[in-house]
């Protein structure tokens, strides 16, 4: 009889033991109610906390207005001074329409850009992703609201929708060098292959370059051509073409 007396005491004492250290709670015993509750289950992450990297607003939903100068931005733990490309993509077919857009982290780890949506027709729904070295940090659904006469005024050029080349000023430069970069961001699906053809457009120096690019996840697309048998003030024209068909063209001159 104290033998059985002890070994029950010993597993009460277990049985505190674990429970003061907060290891395990014991169950109910047979026929008694109220038993501990579940302890909460943490295999999923915190809703936006996934990688970082959020477009604001957090807790809310996304909702982007048909204006020139619309402001989309959000905060990352990546580096200050690491380049980011926004882009803001429809979900409908029958409304096609890309944006992009690059900007850097600053020192307190927020990240905007400003993108002309007055080209967009009509309330629609697009989704907008981050992407840092070509991988995607985050994405979201954003519903854009047309707003009538938002879009009065100037236009912003490099937002317009569809295929486009990246560069500065009225036309596009090169140097006269081997492996000059021409790039450009297009609403083509990644993996799409575009033809960029480099044609003179004056009979003194008559010449064309042509090579493929291949759209990369991010929209983008680049080629690389030589130029250094071009004396400088060479003008041209570069054309981006799928399908037989030009999506894009711009000015060009070597400097």
Excluded: K, W
Aim: hydrophobic share 35%.
């Amino acid at each position: 009889m104290t033998a059985r007396r002890t070994a029950v005491v010993s597993v009460v004492a277990v049985g505190a033991v674990l429970l003061a250290g907060g290891l395990f709670a014991l169950p109910a015993l047979s026929g008694q109610t109220g038993g501990p509750a579940e302890a909460p289950t943490t295999d999923s992450p915190a809703p936006n906390e996934v990688n970082g990297t959020v477009v604001s607003p957090v807790n809310d939903s996304l909702v982007l207005e048909t204006r020139a100068n619309e402001t989309v931005d959000g905060v990352t733990d990546l580096d200050p001074g690491a380049t980011l490309t926004l882009r803001i993509r429809s979900d409908s077919a029958e409304n096609p329409f890309l944006y992009q857009r690059q900007t850097t982290v600053r020192e307190n780890g927020t990240f905007a850009v400003q993108v002309d949506l007055s080209n967009v027709e009509g309330n629609a729904t697009a989704t907008v992703s981050v992407r840092h070295d070509g991988a995607e940090l985050t994405n979201r659904t954003a519903q854009i609201r047309h707003v009538p006469g938002a879009s009065d005024g100037e236009a912003d050029d490099e937002s317009s929708a569809g295929t486009q080349f990246d560069y500065d000023g009225d036309a596009l430069t090169v140097r006269n060098d081997a492996d000059q970069s021409i790039r450009g961001t297009t609403d083509l699906d990644p993996g799409t292959n575009v033809t960029i053809r480099a044609r003179s457009t004056g009979s003194s120096t008559p010449f064309i370059r042509q090579r493929v690019a291949t759209v990369a996840d991010d929209g983008s697309f680049t080629v690389t051509m030589d130029f250094e048998s071009l004396p400088d003030g060479t003008e041209f024209v570069v054309r981006a073409v799928h399908d037989d068909e030009t999506l894009a063209e711009a000015d060009a001159r070597v400097e």
